[in-house]
């Protein structure tokens, strides 16, 4: 099955500056690749999610970059706000079946 | 506003009791919903796939009679938690799919035994 590996498992970074989460992926099946933001109490909300057959997509501050040779894909959030502040997860599968879920990034922006 | 919704956000029972969750997708017809147990400070587990007018398929090392899941209707999950016990206390997360979107997820059910 599919197993998704997620780094780091903490970023600080101070107010303005750019994050970047890094995640792989095992199952060269998988065609769905979302990430959610989770804030403390609260479901997973997706913030943005890329297809296989795209390598990057971009979405005001936030956007992802596949790369399905190597099985990575990547969040990036530039000028970072502390709203950012939150648990972000990845995740990989088929958009209509199931996804499985790294194990988390918890995002802190310093003032 | 919210598609899916979960219901209750929020239960303590005493163990040795079973818990009933409700998961209803709120204006379209799922025909397959996911169950998810996230414990504090960790990630989101598959625990099973709840298919509507059939058996749930439930991921490796899930109790399939601990976790009771019925998918009675298009828009209706039900997952007991079975003879619950300290051990089960656990944010639980349900999801659907919806036709040429992405997966909507629950606002979850917080389940403390005591």
């Known amino acids: 099955g599919e197993n998704v590996e997620q780094h780091p498992s903490t970023l600080s970074v101070q107010e303005g500056d750019s994050a970047v989460i890094k995640c792989t992926y095992s199952?060269?099946?998988?065609?769905?690749f979302p990430w959610y933001k989770q804030e403390l109490g609260k479901g997973p909300q997706l913030i943005i999610d890329?297809?296989?057959?795209?390598g990057e997509k971009k979405d005001q501050r936030i956007a992802v970059t596949l790369n399905k040779t190597a099985k990575h894909f990547s969040l990036h959030i530039t000028e970072t706000q502390p709203e950012d502040s939150a648990v972000y997860f990845c995740a990989a599968g088929n958009r209509d079946d199931k996804i499985i879920f790294g194990k988390g990034t918890r995002l802190h922006i310093l003032p | 506003g919210a598609v899916v919704s979960q219901h209750p956000s929020w239960v303590i029972c005493k163990s040795g009791t079973s818990v009933k969750i409700e998961c209803r997708s709120l204006?379209?017809?799922?025909?397959?919903m996911f169950w998810y147990r996230q414990f504090p400070k960790q990630s989101l587990m598959l625990m099973a796939t709840?298919?509507?007018?059939?058996?749930?398929?439930?991921e490796q090392g899930v109790e399939k009679d601990k976790f009771l899941i019925n998918h009675a209707s298009l828009t209706l999950s039900t997952l007991t938690v079975t003879s619950a016990h300290p051990e089960d206390s656990s944010f639980y997360i349900c999801?659907?799919?919806?036709?040429?979107?992405?997966?909507?997820f629950g606002d979850g059910t917080r389940l403390s035994i005591l």
């Open positions: 890329i297809r296989s057959n795209v």
């Open positions: 199952d060269s099946a998988s065609n769905y």
């Open positions: 709840s298919n509507e007018g059939s058996k749930a398929t439930y």
């Open positions: 999801s659907a799919p919806k036709s040429n979107q992405p997966q909507h």
């Open positions: 204006d379209f017809q799922a025909t397959t």
